[in-house]
């Protein structure tokens, strides 16, 4: 047992080192930085205690920006699951052309974010773009979707339940066909209908895929960042602005490259996405617990 | 509503989101042989009038594509090859081995999953000036070398498989190594194919990641490297639609030959937590 144990040791250590060196010491650092007024360069910062926290309370685009990351996982993360259950109800029958159609659905979440909010920004584009012209078509004319507040925000979260779902969608499904034939069976001779047995007995087997999935989405969603920097940019007038666009904007692209202050606001997003996964996990094992 | 009127209903509303999902796709793929005249004209039209392959000669020219398509592909597969490498070895020391703190190491490594990238981003990118591997091929691979998502998926992998058949080759004299090399990782093709595509779908499409630990066109990767062209003001779309295939086509490939495996590597993930 002995050997043994200096053996697993030397199994363990490079994952160790890198997760060491990668990820702990990051970590660590993070909470010192913000504590700092560090900027990109690393010359003459010194410990400046929770001013950066104190500067953030005061900055209105730090609550706006949570508000725009709230916004969108509110409006993101439900409507991806509810479109994901809409289709695994429809495609129950698991016939061939179901088939054809999950890979076809899986096609977005195979291309990269960047790829496919460049493709939709121009199929958007007011002036070139195929939806306006088809709409103009019908009679309607449509703003600049991307550029006029209270559509673009709008758009954003299209864009990315279009890009996203198919991977729901498939974690769903391979929870869903595991579902033994003879509770269908039982629910049929039941007298219950299509809708009634996708209700009753599809769902409750596979709620724990579906919280799966919630969690997931909403962690992904709490740290949406690639669609925005293409699409949006943050604008029109911020409104799309979100934490980690802010921070990637403090940090690394506007003057003077504030990396103590871009790394607290890093730090309060950690928190919050702890807060609002345990939150859920909360509330939905809690649920389970009282059925 | 008879079973016969539920398929119509549903096969109806089904080639609808079809539709909505292979439009626009195949809209990208064909356009990008589209004359800059015509990207930009109105009445827009779903085909070219003529195909012609300037936007991507001219890619070619302003971006240095064979670079950031060789960055990738290397990038991808040391990231994949190495990490499951390191993944596996761990995991097999957790799902097989005793050892003091194994428990406390274990609780440790699933904790860093829920640690987000962003938050530990603007450190590493610190870390990585000071060690002087910044914008380097290295400076990209190190980091993601080992994952804890990796080890975790793999332990509990490990875990399922029968003990019976490692104690019987301990007792045949077999080394650990031996047993890990020649007894499960044969044992353990699905779960490394799973997860191996988890590494190489995640790697190859990140964006935040390479564009903030590269800084030159020669070290980009295509997706960071395709940011910085829609970054830019003077955004030309013809250019960047060519440069949008380029980038994803390769993936698209590998998926479309190997869709069984994607499709069931996505599957078991999902039911493992």
Known sequence: ?291 | MSKKAFAIVSNLILILFMLLILLPLCWLFVSAFKSDLAVNAWPPRFFPDKWVNTQFTYVWRILPIPVMLKNTVCFVLAVTGISLFFDSLSAYAFARMDFKGKKLLFGIILLTMMIPFQVVMIPIYLEEYKLGILNTFWGLVLPRAASAYGIFMLTSFFSGIPRSLDEAARIDGMSEFGIYFKIILPLSKPAFVTLGIFHLMNNWNDLLYPMMLTSTQEKRTLSAGLATLVGSNAIKYGPTLAATVISISPLLIVFLCGQRFFMEGISTSGMKE
């Open chain 1, 1 to 291: 047992m002995k050997r043994n144990q200096k053996l697993a040791y030397l199994f363990i250590t490079p994952s160790l080192l890198i997760l060491i060196v990668f990820v702990f010491v990051p970590l660590f650092s993070a909470f010192f930085i913000s504590l700092t007024n560090m900027d990109i360069y690393m010359n003459e910062y010194h410990w400046i205690g929770f001013e950066n926290y104190k500067r953030m309370l005061e900055d209105s685009r730090v609550w706006n920006a949570t508000k725009n990351t709230i916004v969108y996982t509110v409006a993101e993360v439900p409507l991806q699951i509810f479109l994901s259950l809409l289709l695994l109800f429809l495609m129950l029958g698991n016939t061939r052309f179901h088939k054809l159609l999950r890979t076809v659905f899986y096609l977005p979440y195979v291309c990269s974010m960047t790829a496919i909010s460049i493709m939709w920004s121009m199929i958007l584009n007011k002036n070139s773009g195929m939806v306006a012209y088809l709409l103009a078509k019908i009679g309607i004319q449509i703003p600049n979707l991307l550029a006029t507040e209270g559509y673009a925000m709008g758009t954003v979260v299209a864009v990315s339940v279009w890009k996203n779902f198919g991977y729901t969608l498939t974690l769903l499904t391979a929870a869903a066909l595991g579902v033994s034939s003879s509770l269908y069976e039982a629910a049929e001779i039941d007298g219950a209908g299509w809708a009634a047995r996708f209700l009753h007995v599809t769902i409750p087997a596979i709620r724990q895929t579906i919280l799966f999935c919630l969690v997931t989405t909403l962690i992904t969603a709490l740290q949406v960042f690639d669609q925005i920097y293409v699409l949006t940019q943050g604008g029109p007038l911020f409104s799309t602005e979100t934490l980690v666009g802010y921070i990637f904007e403090r940090g690394f692209r506007a003057a003077p490259f504030d990396v103590g202050y871009a790394t607290s606001v890093a730090v309060y997003l950690f928190f919050l996405i702890a807060v609002l996964t345990f939150i859920l996990r909360r509330y939905t094992t809690r649920r389970e617990e009282e059925e």
